[in-house]
């Protein structure tokens, strides 16, 4: 199976060095961006372009690992009817295939970064199929990245994409700002570590509301009040403290 | 050292343990519930109370593992001149030991669930004394817990306090939603596993700065759209999302 990449960010880069370790033929890299083309089809020693017109019309799929923004315009310009065409999007419909007969979805739930290795075969990888043969294609390239493998239809997937937002940029985004805090006092974040791994450790046999701790959780109205005077000055912190309590406590209530 | 333990939950649980590991004699357990009293006293082989007239009064430490909100009535209630006092509160300040001679603070950074082993020679613990002899006590129980030992006074402890919360109660509160949001799709939270660790990984290399991805940092607009349509009557989580969103953006731009 011959396989020309669109895009070379960073799940490009996980995905076809994944790929063609486990022997499908990457023929080609597209990236506007020549030093991510070039960078890429150097680690899997393939061919690039920058140009549309100079890709390669004989491969059997197109994968498009690109912005969701970019996604519609790159599709259309490629337009090559008879081959397979796959997205990586989490958030974007199939529907976005408009008349490609052969097109589908091959979703990683995961978060990549350029230069941190990761195990492939650990990752859920949700896929979606226009057709019986795009089916029986995208399964094989998943199938032989991972076990942990899924049907998903396009709105399922949107709302997985949402829950990851929520698990990982926007958890990713408090280690930010407590970061910044935890700097305030002279500490580096790395203090936080134990903490923050036991946060992610414990819901391995609890369920978050369970393993909730903490002022808003006991709604120590006198400990919050304390927090929010520490955060008024800082950007709309006192606000997404407050957003977030009454969420917490509202949820321990519910129980 | 004698200890008497104001306090039976999490806190005191994992630290009564250790410190009797370690040697030192946890002579009593004090709490208003009995059931909490009498299961950590068994669980360490002590003796314990309900009632404060029937405290031990010749103990060298009294160390409280209460709420903050508990905290102010129940030093009154003790008042014990001579002996040592010790809270483990992240957000109180030394100064609620009022007139005690010898107090302090010795306070363990992380999340403590009762049925849940932690390993405390992980575990950064941030001492303060109002005495030198206070001092010398209050380091040698927190040294034969850690090596992890820092010096920090009330204020400092205050920061360092709320830091924790933005990078353990909230992120565990962002795992809830995320489960919450996950479960509609009729698939596990624990799908959500491998994308959680790695998020909590990926900092130990990069600053969240530089780890972050996703819609937010990109300012997909179109992305954050659905999302929020999404999330429309789901308490104020659109709100929420619309917050971190905002912040997640002005962090990147403001590289």
């Known amino acids: 199976m011959k396989i020309v990449f669109i895009g070379a960010g960073n799940v490009a880069n996980h995905l076809a060095k994944a ?22 089809a150097e680690k899997i020693n393939t061919a690039y372009t920058t140009h549309l017109n100079q890709l390669q019309r004989d491969a059997d799929v197109y994968l498009y690992a690109v912005s969701d923004s970019a996604l519609p315009e790159l599709i259309e310009a490629v337009h090559l009817p008879d081959a397979l065409h ?18 589908g979805v091959l979703y990683p739930l995961q978060t990549f970064s350029k230069n941190k ?31 942990k493998l899924y049907f998903m239809d396009s709105e399922g997937r ?7 937002v929520f698990a990982c940029n926007f958890v990713n ?21 134990p903490l923050i791994e036991e946060t992610a450790e414990k819901i391995k046999t609890l369920s978050p509301r369970e393993a909730q701790t903490g002022p808003a959780a006991r709604n120590d109205r006198n400990i ?18 407050e957003l977030i309590s009454n969420d917490i406590y509202f949820v321990q209530e519910s129980r």
């Open 224 to 241: 919050m009040a304390e927090h929010a005077k520490l955060l008024k000055d800082k950007r709309q912190l006192a606000a997404l403290y």
């Open 19 to 40: 790929l063609s370790q486990r022997g499908f033929e990457i023929c080609q890299i597209f990236s506007r961006t020549e030093a991510s083309a070039k960078s890429l």
């Open 173 to 193: 985004h408090l280690y930010e700002i407590a970061g910044e805090l935890i700097q305030e006092t002279g500490l580096d974040m790395q203090v936080l570590r």
């Open 86 to 103: 796959v997205h990586t999007s989490g958030s974007t419909s199939i529907d976005v295939f408009k008349n490609a007969e052969h097109c």
């Open 158 to 164: 949107r709302k997985l994409h949402l829950s990851a």
């Open 117 to 147: 290795e990761l195990n492939f075969a650990e990752i859920p990888v949700f896929i979606e199929a226009g057709s019986e043969t795009a089916k029986d294609k995208i399964y094989e390239i998943a199938r032989s990245l991972t076990s």
